[in-house]
Nanobody, 127 residues
Framework: QVQLVESGGGLVQAGGSLRLSCAAS????????MGWFRQAPGKEREFVAA????????VYADSVKGRFAISRDNAKNTAYLQMNSLKPEDTDVYYC????????????????????WGQGTQVTVSS
């Protein structure tokens, strides 16, 4: 199993930017896809973005497309989520996750494919 620790959350005004980091330890990143999810109180966890090991395959939720960018630095065992043009509706606890098996493409993944999860980091966007 891999251990994932998110950081970089905080309070930001609408229209601002924030970058989340997800540091991984344990098993190698090789061929494991990474994803970001978010969850608000009383809501189900929702998908935000995912990226393949090679970074050649990415996918975004429609709600964040064009505003968020997922990336990874395998040498540092770290994944990132750059969030721009933040909106109050982006207020959530954000979680990073890694697939439970080796994955080449992120185009057809489901939440059940992610087996390792971080503890979450709070993002609050004020209006």
């Amino acid at each position: 199993q891999v251990q994932l620790v998110e950081s970089g959350g905080g309070l930001v005004q609408a229209g601002g930017s924030l970058r989340l980091s997800c540091a991984a330890s344990g098993r190698t990143f090789y061929n494991y896809a990474m994803g970001w999810f978010r969850q608000a109180p009383g809501k189900e966890r929702e998908f935000v973005a995912a990226i393949s090991w090679s970074a050649g395959s990415t996918v975004y939720a429609d709600s964040v497309k064009g505003r968020f960018a997922i990336s990874r630095d395998n040498a540092k065992n770290t994944a990132y989520l750059q969030m721009n043009s933040l909106k109050p509706e982006d207020t959530d606890v954000y979680y990073c996750a890694r697939t439970r098996t080796l994955v080449g493409s992120v185009q057809h993944l489901s939440e059940a494919d992610f087996g390792s999860w971080g503890q979450g980091t709070q993002v609050t966007v004020s209006s």
